[in-house]
């Protein structure tokens, strides 16, 4: 029973086309984030999303939009992909303090290959 | 700009040895610190954190050492184990206001290797 999952967890595409990645938790956690790790292995954060609401929104290429139907769905929507997209894509949810822990649950990860 | 780093990528130890990751960072308002291990094919996986109010945070095999003025923190894992070898990543926050949670920096990682 996953408590953050990703779908695809492998995904291989073409220059130019547009895919997503969905994330689901069911943790009922009210903040949900997307984090990219690249070539050099740096986790890096993306997106994050507070009951559906965008709190953090990093300096990101505008073909990349989030969309959160629900807070415990964060979507990520990527147009004209590029080579430099390839990465793996990891979702992630909190729930801040004082009601939880703060600490981010991650889901297994989309890799991501643009060739 | 790499905010946190983790100079050291790899690190293999006996089992039941000490097991020492270290973990610098420059920016002074960072006050929450985490670390996560990271298994192949997997997500990172919370392992422990530490508030700057702090210096030292025990949970098990697992302690965290903070030295604010050195701008350094350490995980120990004690005595080490061949389920420990993963990847282990430092990370560090801003503070627990609503639009800085969850903005973690983390660091390259640190590759452990526990071998019998």
């Known amino acids: 029973d996953t408590a953050v999952s990703q779908t695809p967890k492998y995904l291989v595409t073409q220059m130019g086309n547009d895919k997503s990645i969905k994330c689901e938790q069911n943790?009922?956690?009210?903040?949900m984030y997307w984090y990219k790790q690249d070539s050099k292995k740096f986790l890096k954060i993306m997106f994050s999303?507070?009951?559906?609401?965008?709190?953090i929104n990093e300096t990101v290429p505008n073909r990349f939009s989030p969309k959160s139907p629900d807070k415990a769905h964060l979507n990520l929507h990527i147009n004209s992909l590029e080579l430099g997209d390839s990465a793996v894509y990891f979702c992630a949810s909190s729930q801040e303090l004082p009601g939880g822990t703060g600490e981010l649950f991650f889901g297994e990860g989309s890799r991501l290959t643009v060739l | 700009d790499q905010q946190v780093k983790q100079n050291s990528p790899s690190l293999s130890v006996q089992e039941g040895r000490i097991s020492i990751l270290n973990c610098d960072y420059t920016n002074s308002m960072f006050d929450y610190f985490l670390w996560y291990k990271k298994y192949p094919a997997e997500g990172p996986t919370f392992l422990i954190s530490i508030s700057s109010i702090k210096d030292k945070n025990e949970d098990g095999r697992f302690t965290v050492f903070l030295n604010k003025s050195a701008k350094h923190l350490s995980l120990h894992i004690v005595p080490s184990q061949p389920g420990d070898s993963a990847v282990y990543f430092c990370?560090?926050?801003?503070?627990?206001?609503?639009?800085?949670?969850?903005?973690?920096?983390f660091g390259a990682g640190t590759q452990v290797v526990v071998t019998p």
């Open positions: 999303y507070n009951n559906k609401e965008l709190i």
């Open positions: 943790l009922g956690h009210d903040t």
């Open positions: 990370a560090a926050s801003e503070g627990m206001t609503t639009d800085s949670w969850g903005k973690l920096q």
